[in-house]
């Protein structure tokens, strides 16, 4: 699969980012976690549907792009407009999304705010929202004081040597292998002389300042249009304490929340720990990539030339043959396609012509 470097400008500097396919493939957006890179998905990607254009971002402070401008603090609200920037200069207008940990809450975030650009959310080991029982102002005060004390220090970059630096990465996350804490390196540092440096920005570190109780994360779930695969590792957040941040009644809550609210929700546990997808990308492909494939019955938004049309839709544990579109022709090929609810490969139709539909109406 064809793969680049790129940049894409923001007011104070570039967001990097790596990209995968052919800019004419159906458009999915990956977002790597806290500390990561876009480097999280380097073994992963290449396992999954080869008809997709790829663009995994670092995010701001992470890996290859500009840290955020002094004085100011790393947000989510700063996190969706930077999906904004980033697909507004790559033209996608409906995309799917491939979220780990922060960056699985920073995608169903803003599937939630932008419901109709989000076709597809794929969730790896989290919940996608991160209610707290904290007090919300107490939050906002903490934030602002660790902030003004951090910009009083003076912190020079420490040098390492690679090897040291992939154990203090190691140690600082436990769920990485040894060649998975390399793979996040050979993007998360510089060479300098001497050894390396770390290339993120100390303040991803500070206490965040935006939070939401469990009622507002139910609610924004309630807004969620798109089909939502939620993939957990059985030794990733729902085990591990240092991943802990919501016990299992608070977790069971946000399921049951989606279960509800979203029309089209997967459940799914995988072997592995909280980087399942780094360290054994094989334990997550296939169910990505079977839920990627599959037809997404949504509202109709608009036709791009793509490689195929699936124009049939499951209903009622049943294939329903919704018919052609005008001006797309009726030459119709058979394709494979994925049924989640016999959890089963079947037989879908697609158009030779070589469009493809974003959504339809029931």
Request: charged content about 20%.
């Amino acid at each position: 699969m064809y793969l680049k470097e790129c940049q894409f400008p923001v007011p104070w500097g570039h967001i990097a980012a790596k990209s995968w396919g052919s800019k004419d493939g159906l458009p999915v957006l990956c977002l790597h976690g806290w500390s990561d890179n876009a480097n999280s998905f380097s073994r992963l990607i290449p396992l999954l549907p080869q008809d997709r254009h790829y663009v995994a971002i670092d995010f701001p402070g992470h890996g290859l792009s500009s840290h955020r401008p002094a004085g100011t603090f790393y947000i989510f609200p700063e996190y969706i407009s930077d999906i904004c920037r980033v697909t507004n200069v790559l033209g996608w207008e409906r995309f799917s999304v491939i979220g780990h940990s922060m960056g699985g809450n920073v995608g169903c975030m803003f599937s939630a705010l932008f419901p109709d650009m989000v076709d597809k959310v794929i969730l790896i080991d989290t919940t996608g929202f991160l209610p707290t029982k904290e007090s919300l102002p107490d939050i906002v005060q903490k934030g602002i004081v660790e902030l003004l004390k951090y910009e009083k220090q003076k912190r020079p970059n420490k040098v390492y040597s690679e090897q040291a630096a992939i154990e203090r990465l190691m140690t600082a996350n436990p769920s990485l292998s040894e060649g998975s804490a390399h793979i996040l390196l050979e993007r998360g540092t510089t060479k300098v002389h001497g050894g390396v440096h770390f290339n993120r920005d100390f303040r991803i570190n500070l206490p965040g300042i935006i939070r939401m109780t469990m009622e507002q994360a139910l609610e924004l779930q309630k807004r969620i249009t798109a089909k939502l695969l939620i993939i957990l590792a059985n030794d990733g957040i729902v085990k591990r304490k240092e991943f802990q941040q919501l016990d299992k009644s608070d977790m069971d809550k946000m399921l049951k929340g989606y279960r509800e609210s979203v029309k089209e929700f997967n459940f799914k546990m995988v072997p592995g720990n909280h980087h399942v997808h780094l360290n054994s990308p094989e334990n997550v492909a296939e169910i990505i990539s079977c839920f990627l494939n599959t037809p997404t019955p949504a509202k109709l938004y608009s036709l791009k030339r793509r490689s195929n049309l699936n124009i049939c839709m499951l209903k009622k544990k049943k294939l329903r043959w919704v018919g052609t579109l005008p001006g797309i022709g009726s030459c119709l090929v058979p394709c494979v396609g994925w049924d989640w609810l016999q959890q089963t490969p079947v037989t879908l139709c697609s158009d030779s012509a070589g469009w493809k539909m974003d959504g339809w109406k029931k």
